[in-house]
T-cell receptor, first 114, second 110 residues
C-alpha cells in the first residue's frame, strides 16, 4: 500500500536555526497537510496545501513557517528561526480529496530545539 | 469554540469485554466526526467516519447530535485492539483541517 514518507525521523537543532522537514506524499494525492503534536498535547492542524498554494492555516502557522512543493513529489515545511516551543512531532499527511477527511499520515519527524 | 474532548487518557479492559471510548465535541454547525487510530510503532490512520456509518474491525460509532457525542464501541475487545485512539472533528468537508481530541490509550489485557 502506498505510504506518506517523512525525513528525517529525528531532527535536533539549535534555537534560532532554520529547519526543513521533508515529506513525500502519496503520488496521486492532491491535498497536503502538516500537523504537529507537542509532547503530551493534542495533534494540531498547521496548514493545508492544494494546487500550489496554502488553502488554510492555523494561528500556529505564523510568519516563521512556510510550506513548499518544490517539485512533483516533495512537500516541505520550513521553520525559519526555531524556538524552544517548536519542539514537537511533525506529521505530514495527504489525501486525494474524494474521501472526505481520509488523511494518510506519515510516521512523523521528531523535532528537538535546544 | 470548536473542541473535541476525550475524557479518558487510559482505558484498560480484559479481552472479550465490551469497550466504549468516549468522545464529546463542541461545534456550532454540522461537523463531520472521525476516529483515527495509532497502533504501536505505526502511523496514525483512519478507523472510521460517521458519514459512512460503517463498522471497521468490529468498531462502530454513532453520532448523537443531542448529546454532541461520538463514542466508539466494540462489543468484544481483542488484544490487537490495543492502541491510541483519537476522535477528530472537521467543520468543513474536504479541507483536511481536523480538530483532534487528546487521545485515549486502549489497553486490552489477556
Amino acid at each position: 500500500e502506498p505510504e506518506v514518507t517523512q525525513t528525517p525521523s529525528h531532527q535536533v537543532t539549535q534555537m534560532g536555526q532554520e529547519v526543513i522537514l521533508r515529506c513525500v506524499p502519496i503520488s496521486n494525492h492532491l491535498y497536503f497537510y502538516w500537523y504537529r503534536q507537542i509532547l503530551g498535547q493534542k495533534v494540531e492542524f498547521l496548514v493545508s496545501f492544494y494546487n500550489n498554494e496554502i488553502s488554510e492555516k492555523s494561528e500556529i502557522f505564523d510568519d516563521q513557517f512556510s510550506v513548499e512543493r518544490p517539485d512533483g513529489s516533495n512537500f516541505t515545511l520550513k521553520i525559519r528561526s526555531t524556538k524552544l516551543e517548536d519542539s514537537a512531532m511533525y506529521f505530514c499527511a495527504s489525501s486525494d480529496g474524494t474521501g472526505g477527511e481520509k488523511l494518510f499520515f506519515g510516521s512523523g519527524t521528531q523535532l528537538s530545539v535546544l | 469554540a470548536q473542541r473535541v474532548t476525550q475524557p479518558e487518557k487510559l482505558l484498560s479492559v480484559f479481552k472479550g469485554a465490551p469497550v466504549e471510548l468516549k468522545c464529546n465535541y463542541s461545534y456550532s454547525g454540522s461537523p463531520e466526526l472521525f476516529w483515527y487510530v495509532q497502533y504501536s510503532r505505526q502511523r496514525l490512520q483512519l478507523l472510521l467516519r460517521h458519514i459512512s456509518r460503517e463498522s471497521i474491525k468490529g468498531f462502530t460509532a454513532d453520532l448523537n447530535k443531542g448529546e454532541t457525542s461520538f463514542h466508539l464501541k466494540k462489543p468484544f475487545a481483542q488484544e490487537e485492539d490495543s492502541a491510541m485512539y483519537y476522535c477528530a472533528l472537521s467543520g468543513m468537508v474536504n479541507t483536511g483541517k481536523l480538530i483532534f481530541g487528546q487521545g485515549t490509550t486502549l489497553q486490552v489485557k489477556p
